[in-house]
Structure formats: structure tokens, C-alpha cells
């Protein structure tokens, strides 16, 4: 792809590398629009094979679950503790790729014969231990065996602790492991090293669905179960909850599992799942992975940033309507709390930069504070990394402790850099693009310094720069609904997978409508045909835009408006160039 740097400020537009060829191969393959098929060629797809299974894999074509490293001796452990009726432990992680995890082993197994119980982890500062945190619930509950979902690979000290009082663990997660693996009976995980699993973008919940899935397999084969008891196709809808939620890559299997997820809410039978739904307004039989992330997940995630996030799996697995009802009301009271702590902070932070700009002249912004809620942080390095394009770090300390979060730009992977300076950390976890840790207060201004020096030895100027990635050139000739419901075969859209982002050349025929004081509303001819854009956001391009009659090559994504019972096609403007050059 080639890169020119012109049009919105700061904004780098990435131009597709063209394959007239393989392009024309594509089309006749698969009768598609060229558009459709350089779509495919600028997302790096070189094979009709890996075409294909984009297209039309199904969930037959799901890898087999005893692919993953030990899940022999995971099978093997909980069918022991199901025939001697023993308590098992299922641990998860507190956001919501923890708790749909969480919740499809407990339910799993309930529905098998066993008798799970479950914790959530509710880690802050002055209580930063994973696992740990449950040893007295275990003992409590005479659990012997403990499934951790969505966290354990990278603390090996702590599930020594729990080995130490002879209780057997079985680690499922998919964060990066570190060089020690902990001791345990087996470690699922797609990311571990010399692993044969061939996707290793597997989710907490997805790998969850996996164990569950091995399970179904050995108890059919061993007799002990029929072959239609269980119905893994129930728990799809927290799988896509989960993966979704925890910005999975969708892509191979996660985008298998999303598909079919997203079908499942139109008939799950989680009475609290249906009520949270029906609070946020989404008809389930057209859910789409954008109101997961936008209005469902933020709703989940507050209890595990300011609340009890057990309440989380509570509400998946109960079956009574009423109380479904008060705990959907609960979550929603705590979600407008979680806005307004998240409001006032985002202002702190927002202030502090404004006073101090020199912080913007590293390539790397590092924060902390006493005074910030340590579950917003998240949130909070998400909004400034995105903001600044710039990797982020953000500090919530109490008197002795800081839990931080980390969010990234794609040019500076984390888990290297936190590798390097890990020596500062009591520990941390994640993966490249998002992290968190904790750490000694003491060592919180030297860990800040070290990880600013390694960005500004690393970015250049231009990383900085956001970039727009285009993926074809289209003439608005070809823009028609039939085109549109092509362009939906790379729905679900998501991480590494994001809606296509198409270019053309055009004249304004007027000037653009201001909308909502912020947003823009476009009224562009090509060839003496008219569609309507809206840009969101984009107000303070309006003034290079005034004059009527403007060349202009914009980016954006074509769509469908409903109005007065009419549809038309609209286009969706992510960017704008006056005066570009052709490039194709």
C-alpha cells in the first residue's frame, strides 16, 4: 500500500496496492464486484482457499479442541472430579470476556453432572492478587480442582499458593504467556509457545468454549453421553459476547464463532441476557457486533470497574425473570455511575495535558494520579491513545500500590517493551496492543521515564500521524444495493476486520450542512449522479469546503438510509482531499 500524507490534518491516507490480475481471478472465482474483490487483495488475501473459508466456513469447520496443548490432561482432570461428584472452582478474569467465559463452564457443567462454583476476580491497587483472592471461597466450598478462565498464564507464583494447598488448577486463558509457565495439571492457551493450534486469536471465552467442546467429545466417545444431550450451539451467544467484548481478532475462528453467536441472541434463553438487551434498545434478531461493543459490553464491564463483577455471571445464569429484571436495573444504575466517574476523570486528564503541552512533544504519554478511579483507567488510555495517536499510560495509585493500563498505536507493540522493563512491575498481563500491571509506587516515575524513552527511540514523527486504510476505488455508478449486499459478506465487522473503507473523486454541488453543531451532511455528483454523506465529527474540515463546485476525492463507507418508508444509499464519509490525485 502506498501512503500520502495529505487532506485531514494529521491523517495519513494508506492507497491500496493494486493487482489487476488477481484481482480479475477473484471476480470470475467468485462472481464478484472488482470492488469487492481488491476488498480482499488490499486485506492481504492470497489464496482462493483463504478466500473461501472467509466467505463460507461454518462451524463445521471449527478446529478440533484436542489441538490445544494439554487438553488430553484437562479432559482427563474434570472427568475425574465429574464421576466422584467433586467441587470445581471456576475462576475468571472481571471484564466481560471473563465472565461470558466463566459463565459457559459453569453452566456447561451444571448441565453435565457436575458442581461448579464460581469467582470473579476484583482486583484494585490495594488488593492486586489474581487468583489468590479466592483460596478461602475454595476451601470453603471443599474445591479440589480450579479452572481459571481468561487469566493465570502469567502468574506463576500465585497458582503455586494454590497448589500448595492441594487443589489441582487447569489454567485456560489467551493472554501471552511468560517465559515461566505456571505449574499445573494443563495450561490452555493458543499462544503458547510451540503450540500445533493453528489460531492462536482465540478469546477467554472462546478458549472456554473449547474445554466445554473437548468435554462433549470424550463423553460421547466414552458412552457416557449422547450425541444430542448438549447443544454446544446455546452457548454461542456468550461466545460472541465475550470475543466481541475483548476486541478479538475477527478473523478464522473467532469470526466463525461471532457469526453464529450473533444469530443465537434471537433465540437464547438467558432470561438476563434478553433483558439486558431489551434495556439497551437492540432487537436481538438484528443484533450486530457494533452494539455489543457500544452499548451492551460497557454495561457488563462496569461491575468488574466499579462494582462486584460476580453480579455479572449472576445474571447469565439466572432463570428467574424478576430478579433478571432488578439486576439489569442495577447494572444500568452502575453503568451511569461508571460515566460519571469516567466524565470527571477524562476532564482531570484532559486539563493536565492542556496545562502541560510539553507533554505532548514525547511519542509516548505516561500518567498517573491518586485522585483517578482504577477502573476507568481503561477507558481513559483508550480515549487519549486514540485521541493523540500515541501509546498511552495511565496511573491510578493508592499510598502504596498503582494499577496502570496501557493502550498502543500498532507501530509499538507492548509485551516487548514491558519485557524489557518489567523489572519495575509487581506484574503485568495482556497482549501487544492493551495491557495492564501493577506497581510500587516508588518505582512509578522511573518505569514512566523508561517506557517514554524507549517511544522516543522507536516511533518516528510520522507513526504519530492516524492513518485511514483504504481498500478500493469505486465509481458511484456501481454503487447499488446489489452492491451492498455484497459488501456485506465481510460482516461481522470488528477488530481486524473493520468495515471497507472505499475512494472516490468527486464534485461538491454544495457546501456542506452543518448537522448537530459537529457533523457535516455532503452533497456530491459523479457523472451526474448525486448521493448524500454524512460526516461525523468532521465540522472543522467546513472551511475548506465553502466553495460550490469543489473537486474533492473522498473515503468512506456506502450504506443504507431508511426515510419516509423510502431506502436510498447514503455514504457513511470517513475522510476528505480537495485537489488529490488520481491513484489507481
Excluded at 490445544?68 to 475425574?80: C, N, S, T
Excluded at 498464564?153 to 509457565?181: G, N, Q, Y
Excluded at 461466545?239 to 478473523?251: E, F, R, S
Aim: aromatic share 8%; hydrophobic share 40%; net charge neutral.
Amino acid at each position: 500500500m502506498k501512503e500520502v500524507k495529505e487532506g485531514q490534518p494529521g491523517l495519513t491516507w494508506v492507497y491500496p496496492t493494486y493487482n489487476p490480475e488477481w484481482c480479475d481471478s477473484i471476480v470470475k472465482e467468485f462472481n464478484l464486484h472488482p470492488a469487492i474483490a481488491q476488498t480482499f487483495i488490499s486485506r492481504k488475501f492470497s489464496t482462493f482457499e483463504e478466500i473461501y473459508q472467509f466467505l463460507y466456513a461454518k462451524l463445521p469447520n471449527l478446529h478440533p479442541p484436542e489441538l490445544l496443548v494439554d487438553m488430553d490432561k484437562a479432559v482427563f482432570r474434570v472427568v475425574r472430579a465429574l464421576y466422584s461428584r467433586e467441587p470445581i472452582l471456576i475462576y475468571g478474569d472481571n471484564d466481560v470476556d471473563g465472565i461470558t467465559g466463566t459463565a459457559i463452564l459453569v453452566e456447561f457443567l451444571q448441565q453435565i453432572g457436575g458442581k461448579p462454583y464460581y469467582y470473579i476476580s476484583h482486583r484494585t491497587p490495594s488488593n492486586s492478587s489474581i487468583i489468590t483472592d479466592a483460596l478461602e471461597y475454595a476451601k470453603y466450598r471443599h474445591c479440589k480442582l480450579w479452572i481459571t478462565v481468561d487469566c493465570g498464564i502469567t502468574a506463576a507464583k500465585e497458582v503455586e499458593e494454590v497448589l500448595e494447598r492441594d487443589i489441582d488448577v487447569i489454567i485456560s486463558d489467551h493472554h501471552e504467556p511468560m517465559d515461566k509457565i505456571p505449574s499445573c495439571i494443563a495450561a490452555l492457551n493458543p499462544k503458547l509457545h510451540n503450540n500445533p493450534y493453528p489460531d492462536r486469536e482465540l478469546t477467554g471465552a472462546g478458549v472456554a468454549f473449547k474445554l466445554a467442546h473437548a468435554l462433549i467429545n470424550y463423553l460421547i466417545s466414552e458412552g457416557k453421553l449422547s450425541a444430542s444431550a448438549v447443544d454446544l450451539k446455546h452457548y454461542l451467544d456468550l461466545v460472541a459476547l465475550g470475543t466481541i467484548a475483548d476486541m478479538g481478532i475477527l478473523v478464522g475462528e473467532n469470526r466463525i464463532l461471532v457469526r453464529y453467536g450473533l444469530k443465537q441472541f434471537a433465540h437464547t434463553k438467558r432470561v438476563g441476557l434478553a433483558k439486558l438487551v431489551e434495556m439497551c434498545g437492540i432487537d436481538p434478531t438484528k443484533i450486530n457486533t457494533s452494539d455489543i461493543t457500544s452499548k451492551i459490553a460497557p454495561r457488563l464491564n462496569s461491575l468488574g470497574r466499579i462494582a462486584n463483577p460476580l453480579k455479572g455471571v449472576e445474571l447469565l445464569l439466572i432463570h428467574d425473570i424478576d430478579k433478571a429484571q432488578h439486576l439489569v436495573k442495577e447494572l444500568e444504575d452502575n453503568n451511569i455511575h461508571r460515566q460519571q466517574i469516567e466524565r470527571r476523570d477524562t476532564r482531570d486528564v484532559e486539563a493536565f495535558i492542556h496545562v502541560h503541552p510539553q507533554i505532548l512533544k514525547d511519542r509516548a504519554i505516561a500518567l498517573h494520579s491518586h485522585t483517578w478511579h482504577e477502573g476507568i483507567i481503561p477507558i481513559i488510555a483508550t480515549r487519549i491513545s486514540r485521541q493523540y495517536n500515541r501509546p498511552t499510560l495511565i496511573i491510578a495509585t493508592d499510598e502504596t500500590v498503582g494499577k496502570g493500563s496501557i493502550r498502543t498505536i500498532p507501530e509499538f507493540p507492548l509485551l516487548p517493551i514491558l519485557h524489557e522493563i518489567s523489572h519495575y512491575l509487581v506484574n503485568f498481563g495482556g497482549h501487544d496492543f492493551a495491557a495492564g500491571f501493577i506497581i510500587r509506587n516508588d518505582n512509578i516515575l522511573r518505569f514512566k521515564k523508561a517506557f517514554v524513552d524507549i517511544a522516543n527511540h522507536t516511533l518516528k514523527k510520522e507513526d504519530l500521524f492516524p492513518k485511514l486504510y483504504l481498500d478500493s476505488k469505486i465509481h458511484f455508478k456501481d454503487l447499488t444495493f446489489d452492491f451492498l449486499d455484497s459488501i456485506q459478506l465481510f460482516e461481522p465487522y470488528g477488530n481486524g476486520n473493520p468495515s471497507p473503507i472505499l475512494y472516490s473523486d468527486v464534485v461538491q454541488t454544495r457546501p456542506p450542512k452543518v448537522v448537530g453543531r459537529v457533523h457535516l451532511k455532503f452533497y456530491l455528483e459523479q457523472n451526474g449522479r448525486v448521493l448524500e454523506g454524512m460526516g461525523f465529527g468532521l465540522n472543522e474540515q467546513r472551511k475548506m469546503l465553502i466553495r460550490k463546485a469543489t473537486q474533492l476525492q473522498i473515503a468512506f463507507t456506502p450504506c443504507t438510509k431508511l426515510f419516509c418508508n423510502k431506502l436510498s444509499i447514503q455514504l457513511l464519509i470517513r475522510g476528505i482531499k480537495s485537489d488529490a490525485k488520481d491513484h489507481m
